[in-house]
């Protein structure tokens, strides 16, 4: 009977309290969306560094990462990687020759990390092949083929078709170079990598650094189940002892501070949201308890004792709550849903965002925990909300109550 | 034949403090009030009657004296036992705000009941007879604003009577009726009185409300000016 007669008060103003659940619906709402956003932003930033840096496993000598020597080389790198590719665990697996060198034209010269790549199994791994912006992608059949980024192109003042001449170290340490035919103009979300990397193919940086045909610096691995990277990466390090296996989280260990950063951000904005919300909250109960005085005055009288009176404001406070935090994560949900498919477009901002490693079209997304947190913060909110209009409704005497006109 | 006591008011003083100058309200009050009276307290405004039907029904509490309820000296209550006494052995009907608006008749009538966790079945079929009762039978399901003031004061009555108290307090129930309402409220009243035993004290400015009365106590100034029998 009283949670009857809390949600029948809930309506005996209903501007007020449809004003005060109409808060409680935008400010959910507007916090589901900001957490998306945020949850996309992050979402792209991580994925566009496993796309183009970390993959999901890299496997490499235990050397090999130390002073990213020509000579650290897996051995029969391709077996493994067919192996490898064939596991119903993994996704995508690539192997990779890195080479550090100097890429010279006739107008400048740029320091360089050559990928050589094995085009039709590294595509799945990093989707190079969107990333081209003019010309072709390398593996014609023709020799020397190289891609570069739009950015290395203009340093360097070459153009597809352009040659340029790339100095290296062989596997014995001797100083070669090799002259490469630019046959596609690249451009990833990253500006720094950009800088960096040029992709040839491995078979041509195999042969002219005269390494064992089929062997590689790297492997790359995608896997299908992200969560199940960790178990994969030790299991293929327990068959593999004598590689070194890494997840993203090892190669890139910001990755997953800015996890936790983000949680941290996400209870943070939560709080402020709730803040905002709960003083207007208490003021509407406040409203609510003081016009009523008299009814309470009665009901106190008559004998509902002090902990009934106080149970009735808290729970005419939680309704509240609870009729506006459901409709406000619906639209918050229904919105993100919306623009997860559609996207965001922040190419007016994307020279900066590019600096960070993100790309231009943001997806937001919510995950249950969202939620379940929100769900949580709104009832201790309403509660918090509820304690001290429910203090000055049991603290009414009876007498002084009924006796106000 | 002596019938018992169920109010026994001794030599009770009540000061009001929450002014600038304090406010003597009652000064030395002694009244018993035995089972089946229906009884009226009348007096001039600000002579202290709302203040005596405070403290006789726990609201409050006397600067100096003693009341007993029953067998209960309510001095000795706690806040919350005095809500739950309350909530036992006194009905109240005020002069208005006596009913929960969002609720129907019915449920008014119920609430107390309810309060003392009474299974349902007794509950249904106790608000039907004090619906029935009170002349409002058909009127169970509408709620107090639907209703005449005249009918809210009979719902008032049955909701008062729901938890059997030990008497019904009444201060000035008939202050915002028409005068066909206050007759018919009375009526009723004087009824159940009649047929039930049922104790009523209530206080009155209204010579319609005393004229009814069996026996009128008057005060004035805070004390006992008159106490007599009608027959
Ligand atoms: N809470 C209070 N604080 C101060 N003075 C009060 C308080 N309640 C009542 N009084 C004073 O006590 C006196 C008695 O008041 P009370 O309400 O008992 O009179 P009453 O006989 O019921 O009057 P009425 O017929 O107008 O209802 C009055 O002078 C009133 O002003
Ligand atoms: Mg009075």
């Known amino acids: 009977m009283i949670a009857k007669i ?21 400010g959910i709402w507007s916090l589901v969306f900001l957490l998306a956003f945020m949850n996309g932003q992050v979402n792209n930033y991580i994925s566009s560094i496993i796309e183009n840096e970390t993959s999901h496993i890299q496997i490499h000598t235990p050397q090999f990462k130390e002073d990213f020597e020509v000579d650290q080389l897996i051995p029969n790198a391709d077996q493994l990687v067919a192996e490898l590719g064939k596991s119903a665990d993994i996704h995508a697996a690539t192997g990779r020759i890195l080479l550090n060198g100097m890429l010279s034209s006739s107008a400048a010269a740029r320091g360089v990390m050559v990928k050589g790549i094995d085009l039709r199994l590294e595509q799945p791994v990093s989707h190079l092949q969107e990333k081209i912006i003019s010309g072709q992608p390398i593996g014609s059949g023709r020799k020397n083929e190289i891609m570069l980024s739009q950015r290395m192109a203009e340093k360097l003042k070459v153009k597809l078709r352009s040659k340029v001449v790339l100095t290296f170290q062989n596997i014995s340490s001797d100083i070669t170079t090799a002259a490469f035919r630019v046959v596609g103009i690249y451009k990833t979300t990253s ?68 996890n936790s950063q983000i949680k941290l951000n996400m209870i943070i904005m939560t709080t402020i949201f709730m803040l905002a919300l709960i003083f207007g909250i208490i003021n509407t109960m406040l409203m609510a308890v003081l016009e009523r005085m008299k009814e ?24 509240i709550a609870l009729i506006g ?13 919306y623009l997860n498919e559609t996207g965001i477009d922040l190419s007016t901002w994307s020279e900066a965002l590019e600096e960070f490693g993100m790309a231009n079209i943001i997806r937001p997304f919510v995950t249950a925990d969202t939620f379940f947190i929100i769900s949580i913060a709104v009832v201790i909110t309403a509660v918090l909300a509820s304690i001290y209009p429910a203090f000055k409704a049991i603290r009414l005497k009876p007498v002084q109550a009924l006796r106000k006109i | 034949m002596e019938r018992k006591k169920v109010i026994i008011v001794k030599d009770v003083y009540k000061t009001y403090h929450e002014t600038k100058v304090p406010v003597k309200a009652l000064r030395g009050v ?43 000296d309510i001095a000795t209550l706690s806040d919350n036992q005095l809500i739950d006494f309350r909530k036992e052995h006194i009905g109240f009907v005020f002069q208005s705000y006596n009913l929960i608006p969002v609720l129907t008749a019915k449920e008014n009538v119920e609430f107390v009941m309810l309060l ?116």
């Open chain 1, 6 to 26: 809390a949600w029948l008060n809930i309506w005996r103003s209903r501007t007020r309290s449809l004003v005060v659940i109409s808060s409680i619906i935008i």
């Open chain 1, 191 to 258: 500006k720094r990598n950009d800088e960096l990397y040029a992709f040839a193919d491995i078979a041509d940086l195999q042969r002219l650094a005269e390494m064992p045909q089929g062997s590689a610096h790297q492997i790359a691995l995608l896997v299908n189940d992200f969560d199940a990277t960790d178990t994969l990466a030790a299991e293929i390090s327990n068959q593999h002892q004598l590689l070194k296996v890494e997840t993203y989280k090892e190669i890139s260990p910001d990755l997953e501070l800015f």
């Open chain 1, 296 to 319: 309470l005055g009665m009901l106190m009288a008559v004998g509902m004792n002090k902990l009934r009176v106080f149970f009735m404001v808290v729970l005419e406070t939680l309704l």
């Open chain 1, 325 to 337: 935090a459901p409709i406000g994560m619906l639209l918050g949900y229904l919105t993100t849903q």
């Open chain 2, 30 to 72: 002694s009244i018993d009030i035995h089972q089946g009276e229906f009884t009226a307290i009348v007096g001039p405004s600000g002579s202290g009657k709302t203040t005596l039907l405070n403290l006789i029904g726990g609201l409050d509490r006397p600067t100096k004296g003693s009341i007993v309820v029953g067998d209960t």
């Open chain 2, 116 to 231: 003392q966790k009474q299974p349902k079945a007794k509950r249904d079929a106790r608000t039907a007879e004090l619906m029935a009762a009170v002349g409002l039978a058909d009127r169970m399901d509408n709620r107090p604003s639907e209703l005449s003031g005249g009918q809210q004061q009979r719902v008032a009555v049955a909701r008062a009577l729901a938890p059997k108290p030990t008497f019904i307090l009444a201060d000035e129930p008939t202050a915002n009726l028409d005068s066909k309402s206050t007759a018919d409220l009375l009526d009723m009243m004087a009824k159940l009185n009649a047929d039930e035993h049922i104790t009523f004290v209530f206080s009155t400015h209204d010579q319609r409300v005393i004229d009814r009365a069996r026996r009128i106590i008057t005060i004035e100034d805070g004390k006992v000016l008159k106490d007599e029998w009608v027959q």
